[in-house]
C-alpha cells in the first residue's frame, strides 16, 4: 500500500473554499449542494452553532468586569478599541486579537477587525441587508472613477432574490430606485416617535425613511425550519452568537445546508497560505495551509478554488502565492493586488431628544433602526461632491442606566429610575468612499509568527469623502428639525479611518480586462480560471449600503457558473 497516494487522496477534493465567513458558506452550500466534494479550509478554531455562543444566555452582572475591556484587553485589542464596542466582554471572544495578529500603519490609519473562527464575521455582523442599485453599477464608468464594472444589476438581481429567500430577509418594500427591495419577510415595527419622524421627513423634505432591512427571520419558512432556524424573539444579543438560528450566519443556514449533503469537510485551524500553481496547465492545482497551533505545513488538492478569506484576507494570499509566472502575486498581471480599499466612512450625523410621546414604548429589544436611502446626487439633487450616503439609526427610550452618574440618591431617585426615561434619537452616514489606487497594503518584510508577510497599510480620506462627512453632518440635524426634536447635537468626528466602518471592500477588483483588474465578470482570476473570488475584494466600487448582500449573490451566481464549465470540462 501506498500510503502516500492514501494521503493525497485524502487531501484532494472537487473544490477548496478558504474561509467560512459571509460569502465562503455560501460558496461551500451552493458547490456542496450542485454534487461536488467540497473542503472549507478555515484559519480559526472550531465553533459549533448553539453551544459554542459560550455567552448568549450570560447576565450583565456575571461578567467579570460587567462587559467593559479590561485595560489589557485595551491593549491587546487595539484596533478594536477604535469602534468603542468590539473589545467590549459579551462578545470580545469572537474578534481576533490585534496584538497577536499585528498589522502595520504606513500612512494614515486602518481599522482591520478581524474574525477567525468558523463563520468568521457572519456571527457579528450588524445584519444590516441592502440589494445595489443599478446606478452603482454604473456610477465608476460615468464618471470616469476607477473601472467600470463588467456586470450590472440585471446580472445580480435573480441571484439577490435566490439567496435573500434562504437567508430570510425582514424589510417593507418601498418601489425605490435608489434602494431596489428585497424579497421580504414581514418588517419589524417603527416605534411612535420613528413612524412621526418617517412622516415629517417625508413631507416636509420629501424624503423616504424606511424601517431597517435585517437578515432576521420574523416569520421563517420551511427552508429556514428545516435547518433548526426559528423567529427572532428581539432579545438584541445578536454579536454573542443567536442561539435560535433567528439571524443569518455561516453557522446557522449555510454550513448546515452544505453539510446535510454529505460533500462537506470542515477543516479548521488551517492557515491558507499560498495557493499552488501549475505552469504547466497554467491551473491553480491547490493551497498549502499552515496549521495555526502545530505550524505544520499541508498541501490540498481541488480542479477548482474559491478564495473567500474576507477581502484584505483573500487578497493576501494571492499576493503570497508567487511563482515563476506570477512573481508579484498569482493573477496579477496589473498591479491591481492590494490596491483601492475601501469602506463605508462613518462618524458623522447628529442626535437630539423627543419631547411627548410618554405612554409610548419600545416593543422588545428590537435589532434594528430606520434607514434612510441616499437622496444625495440622486434625481434633481446636486452636491459638490460625487455618489453619497444612507443613514441609519432610530429612536428608543432611556432606561435605568440614564441614572448612573447622575445627581441623586435616596428612594424617590431609586423610584424615578423604574420609570422609562424619556426619547431620544439619533442617526449616522455611512458613505460612499470612491477607489482610490494609492489606498492599498502589500506584504511587509517583518513576518508575523506563521512565518506568513505582515501587512502595510497607506490609506485616508479623500477630498470627496471629507465634504460628504460635513454634509452628512448637517442634513441628519435638518431632518431631526423638520420632525421638531430637541438639543440636537450635530458631530463630525475627525479621528474616523478607513476601516471602522467594517465593510472593508476592494483590492483584487472586478474588471473588464486583465490589464485594469484581477476577476472577470464571473469572479475567476482572469488569466487563472479556476481561481474564483467572491467576497469584497472584488469590488470596483462600494456603493453606500451594507455590502454582504451582494457577496452572497455574487458568490451564489460565480458558483453556478464554476460547476457549470467543471461539466463543459472548461476548467
Ligand atoms: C460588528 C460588525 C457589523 C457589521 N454589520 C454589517 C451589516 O449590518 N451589514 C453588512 O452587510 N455587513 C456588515 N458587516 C460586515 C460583514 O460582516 C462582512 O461584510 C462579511 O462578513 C464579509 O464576509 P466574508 O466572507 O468576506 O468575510 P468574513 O465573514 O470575515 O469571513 C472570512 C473567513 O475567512 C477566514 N480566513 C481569513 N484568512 C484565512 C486564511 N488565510 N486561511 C483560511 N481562512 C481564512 C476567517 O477566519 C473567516 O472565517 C459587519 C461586520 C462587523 C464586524
Ligand atoms: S434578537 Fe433575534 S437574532 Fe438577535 S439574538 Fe435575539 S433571537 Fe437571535
Given at each position: 500500500m501506498n500510503l502516500n497516494i492514501d494521503a493525497i487522496k485524502g487531501q484532494t477534493f472537487d473544490a477548496i473554499v478558504i474561509g467560512s465567513g459571509i460569502s465562503g458558506g455560501w460558496a461551500a452550500k451552493e458547490l456542496t449542494e450542485k454534487g461536488l466534494k467540497v473542503a472549507v479550509l478555515e484559519r480559526g478554531r472550531e465553533i459549533k452553532h448553539i453551544e459554542g455562543y459560550e455567552t448568549a444566555m450570560k447576565n450583565p452582572w456575571e461578567f467579570d468586569h460587567r462587559g467593559r475591556p479590561t485595560n489589557m484587553a485595551a491593549e491587546e485589542y487595539w484596533a478594536g478599541m477604535r469602534t468603542g464596542y468590539t473589545p467590549a466582554e459579551e462578545h470580545r471572544y469572537l474578534f481576533e486579537n490585534d496584538k497577536q495578529n499585528p498589522y502595520i500603519e504606513k500612512k494614515g490609519g486602518f481599522d482591520w477587525i478581524r474574525a477567525y473562527h468558523t463563520g468568521g464575521k457572519s456571527l457579528l455582523w450588524g445584519r444590516q441587508t441592502y440589494r445595489w442599485n443599478r446606478e452603482d453599477f454604473l456610477a465608476n464608468e460615468k464618471e470616469g472613477v476607477g473601472t467600470p464594472w463588467p456586470i450590472g444589476y440585471d446580472d445580480l438581481a435573480p441571484w439577490y432574490s435566490y439567496v435573500e429567500k434562504f437567508a430570510g430577509i425582514s424589510g417593507q418594500a418601498e418601489g425605490l430606485d435608489v434602494l431596489p427591495d428585497s424579497d421580504f419577510l414581514p418588517a419589524m415595527q417603527m416605534t411612535a416617535p420613528e413612524v412621526h419622524f418617517k412622516n415629517a421627513v417625508n413631507k416636509k423634505l420629501g424624503r423616504p425613511v424606511t424601517v431597517g432591512r435585517v437578515a432576521h427571520l420574523t416569520k421563517p419558512g420551511k427552508q429556514h425550519t428545516d435547518l433548526g432556524r426559528s423567529s427572532c424573539n428581539y432579545r438584541n444579543k445578536c454579536m454573542r452568537g443567536c442561539p435560535y438560528g433567528a439571524y443569518f450566519s455561516s453557522l446557522s443556514a449555510t454550513l448546515p445546508a452544505a453539510m446535510r449533503t454529505g460533500r462537506l469537510t470542515m477543516i479548521h485551524n488551517a492557515i491558507a497560505a499560498e495557493i499552488i500553481y501549475d505552469e504547466s496547465t497554467q491551473k491553480a492545482k491547490g493551497v498549502r495551509v499552515?496549521?495555526?497551533?502545530?505550524?505544520?505545513?499541508?498541501?490540498?488538492?481541488?480542479?477548482?478554488?474559491?478564495?473567500?478569506?474576507?477581502a484584505i484576507g483573500s487578497t493576501?494570499?494571492?499576493?503570497?502565492?508567487?511563482?515563476?509566472?506570477?512573481?508579484?502575486?498569482?493573477?496579477?498581471?496589473?498591479?491591481?493586488?492590494?490596491?483601492?480599499?475601501?469602506?463605508?466612512?462613518l462618524g458623522a450625523g447628529a442626535s437630539a431628544t423627543i419631547e411627548g410621546f410618554e405612554k409610548d414604548y419600545m416593543f422588545g429589544n428590537r435589532p434594528n433602526g430606520l434607514y434612510i436611502p441616499r437622496f444625495q446626487n440622486w434625481g434633481k439633487d446636486k452636491r459638490s461632491y460625487s455618489r453619497g450616503f444612507g443613514y441609519q439609526g432610530g429612536a428608543s427610550r432611556e432606561g435605568w442606566g440614564?441614572?448612573?452618574?447622575?445627581?441623586?440618591?435616596?428612594?424617590?431617585?431609586?423610584?424615578?429610575?423604574?420609570?422609562p426615561g424619556q426619547w431620544t434619537v439619533g442617526f449616522g452616514g455611512f458613505g460612499e468612499i470612491l477607489p482610490n489606487p494609492e489606498n492599498?497594503?502589500?506584504?511587509?518584510?517583518?513576518?508575523?509568527?506563521?512565518?506568513?508577510?505582515?501587512?502595510?497599510?497607506?490609506?485616508?480620506?479623500g477630498q470627496n469623502e471629507l465634504q460628504m462627512r460635513e454634509d452628512m453632518m448637517n442634513e441628519a440635524a435638518t431632518m431631526l428639525e423638520a420632525a421638531g426634536f430637541k438639543n440636537i447635537n450635530a458631530y463630525n468626528k475627525q479621528d474616523t479611518h478607513i476601516g471602522l466602518g467594517i465593510h472593508e471592500m476592494g483590492t483584487a477588483r472586478m474588471g473588464t480586462s486583465v490589464k485594469n483588474s484581477i476577476v472577470n465578470k464571473h469572479n475567476q482570476v482572469h488569466e487563472v480560471k479556476n481561481v474564483f473570488m467572491t467576497d469584497g475584494a472584488v469590488m470596483a466600487s462600494a456603493s453606500c449600503v451594507n455590502p454582504s448582500l451582494t457577496y452572497m449573490a455574487m458568490t451564489a451566481r460565480a458558483a453556478d457558473f464554476a460547476v457549470n464549465e467543471l461539466k463543459k470540462r472548461n476548467l
Open positions: 499552515i496549521d495555526q497551533n502545530t505550524m505544520e505545513s499541508k498541501e490540498y488538492f481541488a480542479k477548482i478554488i474559491f478564495v473567500n478569506a474576507g493576501s494570499i494571492l499576493m503570497n502565492s508567487k511563482s515563476n509566472r506570477y512573481q508579484n502575486g498569482l493573477g496579477n498581471d496589473s498591479d491591481q493586488l492590494g490596491r483601492n480599499i475601501m469602506d463605508h466612512h440614564r441614572g448612573v452618574g447622575a445627581d441623586g440618591f435616596g428612594a424617590e431617585f431609586k423610584e424615578s429610575l423604574t420609570h492599498r497594503f502589500v506584504l511587509g518584510a517583518q513576518k508575523d509568527k506563521w512565518g506568513l508577510p505582515i501587512l502595510e497599510f497607506s490609506a485616508s480620506f
